[in-house]
Each structure stands twice: as C-alpha cells, then as structure tokens.
C-alpha cells in the first residue's frame, strides 16, 4: 500500500509539471471521506453539490440503498433555475469528493412534507448505483454523520434478493427510528449493527398538526394512561405548542415521538394553546 502511494504521488507531481493535474484534482478522491448527514427518523440525507458551467445547486439528496438508480426530482430543480431537459451535470460532489456519475433520471422525490416534517426535503436519491461503491457507516449520534471508505467494484455480482431489499427499504424510512451506528456494505451484503436493536415503544398519545400555526392536536392517550389525564384535562382536542419548552412547529414528527416514547428523557412538559401547563413522567406514569 505504501509503494501504490509513493507512486501515485510520483505521478501525480510529474503530470503537475506538465499542467495536466491540478492541485484541486489530486486531493479529490479520497479513500475515505466524512459527510454531515440529518436524520428524519430512519432516513437519511446529504448535500450533494450538482456542478453545471459556473452554477452549482448544493441540494440535499436521500440516502436510500433500496432503490436501484440514483435519481433527481427536476420540478424541484426548475424552481432553483435548472432549465435543460436532460439532468446532466458537468460534476457531482459529496463533501468536495467525485462521484462516478453525472446524467439522471427524473423521479420525484420530495417525501418529507410539511406539516409531519418542519421542512421539506428532498431534491435527489442516492442509490446503489452509487452506494455500491463504498462503505458506509451511519452515525445517528449528535453531529450526525455518514463515513465513506471506497471498495473495489466486483463484477458480476449476484443479484439482490426481495427480502434484503425489504429490509433495506424499512432501515432507511420514515417507519421505524434507529438510535445505533452501523454499517452499510451493498457490495458483500452486509449490514452490522454497533448494538442490540431495540424496538420501539408506544407513544403517550396520537396527534396531528394543526395549520398554520403548525401546533399539535392530541387525538388519542394510551389506554393505560387515560384515565390519569383525565383527572388533569389532559385529552383528546387539546392543542399543544410547546413540548419541555420547544416549540412543537419547529420539531419533525419523527422527533416530538421520541419525547413521547420517553427517549429523550423521563420527564415531560407540555404546555397548551390556552397556555396551561402539563407534566408527565415515564418512571411513575402519573399527569400533574
């Protein structure tokens, strides 16, 4: 490994002289690489920067291992100025690295709507046309995080079964939230996981968003805790605007669940539209 990297630098300093290789190019490539990536539940996305002549859209894409070709919603990029009929771009990046990839399909992709989540998303997918070429770990832990080590492509691989492609399109959803790091490796049909999977619990109650305010409506509270919350007011019709003080409009769906499953900590405040105040806990189960 080391004489491949001695003589790729030799090469790489000859070509310089020559004017045939730029700076730029010989720090592109990477054999691996670090993207920030955000989390919508079981979802992931990156920026991906789209370079056609001098004007760059640097767009997040979904990251979605069960889908077979990486694609671009060009609805969403005319609204950003992109006219051509074709989706052909002169380069595609990933945090300043090269992708092998610059022509796409049109397919919408715009999945994560306003009211469920605070902000829509997405403009592209990436696939395993693309994925297949790494590596992957998914880091879930606060700053959020994708690393990429490039493998070597193998040819003639066999083909992907029903079930694995099932199981990666409920991994990498909306359905379920994984708090775990793990591992991606399409190529070997690998898929480890840094600790024990837990499933999820229930939440406290079923809601909806209220526009335009985006507030939270309850509709329905866990059998075993109604009657509690009665005794409070606690029930269904009651619109919240804060959750533990944060303001409900600002959090995705995927988010205010986890508070209501307990996983982001015993002790729960809301706070109504009326501007009462209500506390649960999850150690004693009791509304206050």
């Given at each position: 490994m080391l004489l491949q990297n001695k003589i790729k630098l030799i090469r790489a300093l000859v070509l310089l002289g020559l004017g045939l290789f730029s700076v730029d190019s010989f720090s592109q490539n990477n054999e691996s690489f670090r993207t920030p990536a955000k989390l919508y539940a079981g979802a992931y996305s990156v920026k991906v920067q789209l370079r056609k002549g001098l004007t760059e859209y640097d767009v997040p894409f979904w990251i979605k291992p069960d889908q077979a070709e990486s694609t671009v919603d060009q609805a969403l990029l005319k609204d950003l100025g992109y006219v051509d009929k074709e989706i052909i771009f002169d380069e595609v990046k990933i945090s300043g690295e090269r992708l092998d990839k610059k022509k796409f399909k049109n397919l919408k992709s715009e999945w994560a709507f306003v009211p469920d989540f605070?902000?829509?998303?997405?403009?592209?997918?990436?696939?395993?046309?693309?994925?297949?070429?790494?590596?992957?770990?998914?880091?879930?832990?606060s700053p959020t995080h994708l690393e990429w080590n490039r493998i070597i492509t193998k040819e003639n691989s066999e083909p992907y079964s029903a079930t694995y492609l099932k199981l990666l399109k409920k991994l990498f959803s909306f359905e379920q939230t994984l708090d775990i790091p793990f591992v991606l490796n399409l190529q070997e049909r690998k898929l480890d996981f840094e600790g024990k999977v837990i499933p999820e619990k229930k939440s406290l109650f079923k809601f909806f968003f209220v526009p335009p305010e985006r507030v939270i409506r309850v509709t329905d509270i866990l059998t075993n805790d109604k009657v509690a919350a009665k005794k409070v007011g606690f029930v269904p019709g009651l619109i919240i605007t804060h959750i533990n003080g944060e303001k409900v409009s600002g959090l995705d769906r995927w988010v205010i669940e986890k508070y209501l499953r307990g996983e982001k900590g015993a002790a729960l405040k809301f706070t109504s539209k009326a501007k009462k105040e209500f506390e649960f806990n999850f150690s004693d189960r009791q509304f206050k």
């Open positions: 605070a902000k829509s998303c997405c403009f592209g997918v990436i696939g395993r046309d693309l994925l297949e070429d790494f590596e992957i770990r998914f880091n879930p832990e």
